[in-house]
């Protein structure tokens, strides 16, 4: 009889294992006593009554899925609110409203690098990016991490049609790619420039309207900027926002719009009412910076290997993946939920500790959560001398 045809799953598996990189899952419950510096709710608004009563009244009113794709049945006022909305907040003529980030970014890439493109992109992007990339019918160039020059030196081999692909703030380090000069090196060549703001929008810019914003990009006709609903908006999807013709391309191009059932209204809710609030507060967007600098400085201070951060992710160096894993359970069974990143999650293959800053951290929090950190690290994991 002839062995399973998934039989080699399990050298897979024993590879894994065998390098300490299983991965598990672990349901949470709906309320827990662990300090979270795992997710990405920057501005902690997932549980704000604000955001909870928007996701309940739309799926009271619209009801619990939006019954079909965008171009059927997908498209409830709710979600041309938001669009609005969301395009004035961050500078840009138009916006469109995806089911997911990752599916914002495949839309943007695939549909904006046709064949014959010339797609540049950044070594250390998404997943999702690299994903788009992969699918785009143009060709990819990767160019060395937040590298001008090395954009600059690959358009300039270009002949046709270019786009230049970047994350605004990258989510293993949490540093920020140079915009304003991949935008110049890009304009150079006449390129354009997909921006992914996931981790800059609510945290970076005026109030939180975006690093494409800080960077004086918002409603360039060369640029498009992709964003997540799920993080600093604390609720779920993903947009794309640039000029009306390019959104208008999109609708009639974009798979991952056309052949994709639309956001739930639910979703939808929670991002409009998490919108509107920011706009009421925008001081959420500077104390989440504030408090991943504490988180820095405190850590540096023990002697830990922190990276600066330019927003609201601090990454903290490991030793390896198994210690990597020990640090984060130890800190969890001290009450500390931080993330745990590991090759091949990780472009250069060093393990980290992720931590994510939340705005509504309080100072005794930022103290608790560096002395967790601190005091479960493994001895190689300090700098010498320190």
Not at 170 to 185: C, I, K, M, N, R
Not at 246 to 271: E, K, M, Q, W
Not at 308 to 332: K, Q
């Amino acid at each position: 009889m002839a062995g399973s045809p998934f039989g080699w799953i399990d050298e897979q598996e024993r590879v894994r294992r065998s390098a300490g990189l299983v991965r598990t899952l672990r349901p949470r419950p709906a309320s827990s006593p662990l300090l979270d510096l795992a997710s990405n709710d920057y501005l902690g608004l997932t549980r704000h009554p604000e955001i909870t009563a928007g996701a309940a009244d739309a799926a009271l009113r619209w009801g619990g899925g939006a019954t079909g794709s965008r171009l059927v049945t997908g498209t409830t006022q709710l979600h041309a609110e938001l669009e609005r909305e969301l395009a004035a907040f961050c500078g840009f003529e138009a916006a469109l409203v995806l089911s997911s980030g990752y599916a914002a970014n495949l839309a943007a890439v695939t549909a904006l690098a046709p064949h014959g493109s010339l797609i540049v992109s950044d070594a250390s992007n998404h997943a999702s990016l690299i994903d788009g990339c992969r699918l785009a019918r143009g060709a990819t160039q990767v160019v060395p991490h937040a590298d001008p020059e090395a954009v600059r030196k690959a358009l300039d081999a270009q002949q046709g049609q270019a786009v230049v692909v970047s994350d605004s703030v990258f989510s293993v380090d949490g540093d920020a790619a140079p915009l304003a000069e991949l935008a110049g090196a890009a304009r150079e060549f006449g390129a354009g420039l997909i921006i992914d703001d996931a981790h800059g929008l609510g945290v970076l810019g005026d109030g939180g309207r975006g690093a494409p914003q800080a960077a004086g990009l918002s409603g360039a006709d060369d640029t498009v900027v992709t964003v997540t609903l799920s993080k600093s908006f604390g609720s779920q999807g993903g947009a794309v926002l640039g000029p009306a013709r390019v959104i208008d391309h999109l609708v009639n191009t974009a798979r991952t719009f056309i052949f994709d059932t639309g956001l739930a209204p639910a979703a939808a809710g929670a991002a409009l009412a998490a919108l509107r609030l920011l706009r009421r507060e925008p001081e959420r967007a500077a104390r989440a910076r504030a408090v991943a600098a504490a988180l820095h400085d405190l850590l540096t201070a023990e002697g830990l290997q922190a990276v600066r951060p330019d927003a609201a992710v601090v990454s903290v160096r490991a030793p390896s993946p198994d210690e990597a894993v020990r640090w984060a359970a130890d800190c969890r069974e001290a009450g500390l939920a931080v993330g745990c990143f590991r090759p091949p999650s990780v472009p250069d293959g060093i393990s980290r500790l992720r931590l994510t800053a939340r705005a509504d951290l309080s100072d005794d929090q930022i103290a608790q959560a560096v002395r967790v950190i601190s005091r479960n690290a493994p001895d190689s994991a300090f700098i010498t001398g320190s």
